[in-house]
């Protein structure tokens, strides 16, 4: 199965940017990039996704690289309440667009 | 809306004991899954239906069956729990293929 490689713990201060990166060199053309972050005792909860292009919504932004083996989750201005365990996916859409998690990066924001 | 609702919130079974978990979603979504969650790791997916009438295996089905009740309600069913069954069971929904995933808030389930 197509998977994932993220760093497994960063660190950010808070309104500062943070880019959070994620590898998937086994990319198929059609599975898309889903980013979602899960807090302590909570379900995941979406972020972002994309195919082949950036994308921005009022979370964070998107950037995939042009060989789509990489991708960045870009958090504009980090608060308290961003840390949380943040998983890059690949939605595999030729099996009923089922996710694959990995094991997440864990964000901890310092104030 | 409530958006993706699971029941129970907790449950505790004894080895060999039977239980349904129940999963409704009020988005007019196609698609639905099960995943679990082990301590420190990520989702795994169990089983999902991509659309009303149709259901199929994830990563980890052995010891789950499934049932795609209507457009609305997935369930997910132990026949006999084992403790290697002790976990957080999260469903979500999705419109289908290249759309996001709405998650409820999980079953913690124990069996001892």
């Known amino acids: 199965d197509a998977k994932t490689t993220q760093p497994n713990s960063m660190e950010s201060n808070e309104e500062e940017p943070v880019h959070l990166p994620c590898n998937h060199s086994?990319?198929?053309?059609?599975?898309?990039i889903h980013w979602y972050r899960q807090l302590p005792s909570q379900g995941p909860e979406y972020v972002i996704h994309g195919l082949t292009s950036n994308v921005n919504n009022r979370m964070a932004s998107l950037a995939i690289a042009e060989d789509r083996k990489s991708s960045t989750l870009i958090l504009h201005r980090a608060t308290l309440r961003d840390a949380a365990v943040y998983y890059c996916?690949?939605?595999?859409?030729?099996?009923?667009?089922?996710?694959?998690f990995g094991q997440g990066t864990e964000l901890s924001v310092k104030p | 809306n409530a958006g993706v609702t699971q029941t129970p919130k907790f449950q505790v079974l004894k080895t060999g004991q039977s239980m349904t978990l129940q999963c409704a979603q009020d988005m007019n979504h196609n698609s639905m899954y099960w995943y679990r969650q082990d301590p420190g790791m990520g989702l795994r997916l169990i089983y999902y239906?991509?659309?009303?009438?149709?259901?199929d295996k994830g990563e980890v089905p052995n010891g789950y069956n499934v049932s795609r009740l209507n457009k609305r309600e997935f369930s997910l069913r132990l026949e006999s729990a084992a403790p290697s069954q002790t976990s957080v069971y999260f469903c979500a929904s999705s419109s289908g293929r290249g759309y996001e995933q709405y998650f409820g808030p999980g079953t913690r389930l124990t069996v001892t």
């Open positions: 239906s991509a659309s009303e009438g149709t259901t």
């Open positions: 086994t990319i198929s053309g059609t599975d898309y």
């Open positions: 996916i690949l939605q595999i859409y030729n099996q009923g667009g089922k996710l694959i």
